[in-house]
């Protein structure tokens, strides 16, 4: 049975909160219990990532860890947001026991650390950042050496072009990143959803449907779940 310490992981679906997992299961120091993700339910999809609901569901299958979802309307401000996350946090301490921690797979941006520092405060947590400091190209390299499969789902046009929408990321799409673009997207450049690799039980059947510019800027390209099942 697992000893470690209880942790949860922030989870959005794509490649940096998918790391931040797959480094903390590694480290006998924690046990995961949990992924926490904020979804808007209105649409049916993980916020900002866009990823539908049931492929999170499908991710949380393959992973073997329960997801918890903190909902938001579209357009919630901050405090909403922080109400939700505080609801679902909660709901986890309720579901599976005392659990102290939580897991951001954030990486180098001073700002958006201090902000999750202080949320997970409020929620009478402590906050964990596994791969704070890694050096975002490497990084890069790694997720296409370790064989994680994964998709931009969305991309900012004002920093990268929207033909990256959709794209498998991969040492082509590595490659053809424009200067300035950092390669985990850790700007906002880009969002991306994992369906397989270290820590998947299976891999989860996705096809790439239609692309649709939302707010003006957003390019999102829609992962359809195909039939074939996840099995464990």
Known sequence: MPTGTPIVVAFSGGKDSTLALAALRADPAWQVVALLTTVTPEYDRVSIHGIRRSILAAQGRALGVPVFEAALTPGADNAAYEAAWTAAFDEIRARVGP???IAYGDLFLDDV????EALARRMGA???FPLWGFDTATLAARVVAEGYELYLTCVDTEQLDAGFAGRRFDAALLADLPPGVDPCGERGE???CVIDGPGFAAR???EVGERVRREGRFEYADLL????PVTS
């Open 126 to 128: 402590d906050p964990v």
């Open 99 to 101: 659990v102290r921690h």
């Open 113 to 116: 650390r201090a902000y999750r």
């Open 190 to 192: 880009f969002h991306t």
């Open 225 to 228: 779940p195909t039939a074939t």
């Open 204 to 206: 989860i059947a996705v």
